[in-house]
Every structure is written in C-alpha cells, then in structure tokens.
C-alpha cells in the first residue's frame, strides 16, 4: 500500500518568515495530494490540493507543489503569521482513492 | 448544516469494556470514514465506508466493527477495549466514494482512554 513520509515532524518560524513542509510518497499511481490543517482540539480542515496533471498551485499565501518522477510534493507558507500556527498533514491517494493515505503530521509554530 | 457530529468527545473505559463512538453528518455525504490519530504516527484509517450497507477494513481495523445501515450514520464499535485502543478517533465524510475527487470533512474527534 501507499506509504507517506513527512518532514520536518516540528518547525518553528519568525512571523513572516516563510515555512516549508515535505512529503514523499511511495505508489506511483497515486495522482491526488491534498494538505489537511489541524488546530487545536479540531478536527483536520483541508487547505489546498493537487492533482498529477499539475506541478503546482497557489491560493494566496499557501502553495503546493509536486514532483511525480521524484514522488515528492511540498508545501510552502509566505509570509506566516501566528493564526498559521497548527499541525499539518499531507495526504496522497490513488485513482480507486477511498483510502487517503496521511503523513506523521508537522507542528508548525509561527513566533512573534 | 452541522456537518459530522461526533459523541462523545471524551470516554473513560477500563480494559474489556465495549463501547460505541457515534458519528453522524447531515450533508447525504456517500462516503464515511473512521481515522484514529495516535503521536507521531498521524492519521490511520480504521474502516470506511462508501455507502449504505457497505463498509471496508482500513489500514488498522483489528479490535474494531463498523456498520452504515443509514447514509447519515457511521458507528464505531470496540467490542473488548485494550490499552492499545487510548487514542483520539475521527470521523471523516466526503461527497462521494473517491477520496480524490473531494474534501474530507472531519469531526471534531472523540479522545478516549483505556485503562
């Protein structure tokens, strides 16, 4: 089965510093990654997602982007800001999907 | 809409006992899903279902039964706890039965501890 790691497990920033957040996958055949955000005592809200069809997206200060021959996708936050402060999960799965695959998680903390 | 309602929050169980962690949405989602989220270790799939009537093992089913007699509902049973089990559980529903077309909507988790 699909198998995800993620990295760093912890990373803390200055506030407008940029983060970035890696993930690798294993089954080539996924071709969906979506990045879940996990604030305290909540449930994961997603973010942003990519499909393989594309190398990368952009929704204000989050973008994603994905490399489908190394089997890698990140994600980038500019210009941080405390309410990013949280953890994040990267996700892949595949085309038959019904099991969405989550990575160990990274606890982000944005300091003043 | 309410979207995925999960009781209860917290539960206190010694080993042995059984017990049910109720998961209800209210948003005629197709597919419903149990995740267990221990530290360190992220999200794990424990069944999932991709409609009524039908329901799937995920990545860590052992000790645990689910049944989706109703679109809405989608319980959890642990029929004889163990230590092991101290985890905080989310439920996740999305549109339709193919994770990759569409956002999972979590519940806001049940945390329960086996002693």
């Known amino acids: 089965g699909e198998n995800v790691e993620q990295h760093p497990s912890t990373l803390s920033v200055q506030e407008g510093d940029s983060a970035v957040i890696k993930c690798t996958y294993s089954d080539s055949a996924s071709n969906y990654f979506p990045w879940y955000k996990q604030e305290l005592g909540k449930g994961p809200q997603l973010i942003i997602d990519i499909r393989s069809n594309v190398g990368e997206k952009k929704d204000q200060r989050i973008a994603v982007t994905l490399n489908k021959t190394a089997k890698h996708f990140s994600l980038h936050i500019t210009e941080t800001q405390p309410e990013d402060s949280a953890v994040y999960f990267c996700a892949a799965s595949g085309v038959t999907a019904s099991k969405l695959t989550f990575g160990t998680g990274t606890r982000l903390q944005v300091t003043l | 809409n309410a979207g995925v309602t999960q009781t209860p929050k917290f539960q206190v169980l010694k080993t042995g006992q059984s017990m049910t962690l109720q998961c209800a949405q209210d948003m005629n989602h197709e597919y419903m899903s149990w995740y267990r989220q221990d530290p360190g270790m992220g999200l794990r799939l424990i069944h999932y279902?991709?409609?009524?009537?039908?329901?799937d093992q995920g990545e860590v089913p052992n000790g645990y039964n689910v049944s989706r007699s109703t679109t809405e509902d989608f319980p959890l049973r642990l029929l004889s706890a163990a230590p092991s089990q101290t985890s905080v559980y989310f439920c996740a529903s999305s549109l339709t039965g193919h994770s990759n077309t569409g956002e999972l909507f979590f519940g806001e988790g049940s945390r329960l501890t086996v002693l």
């Open positions: 279902s991709v409609g009524a009537g039908i329901t």
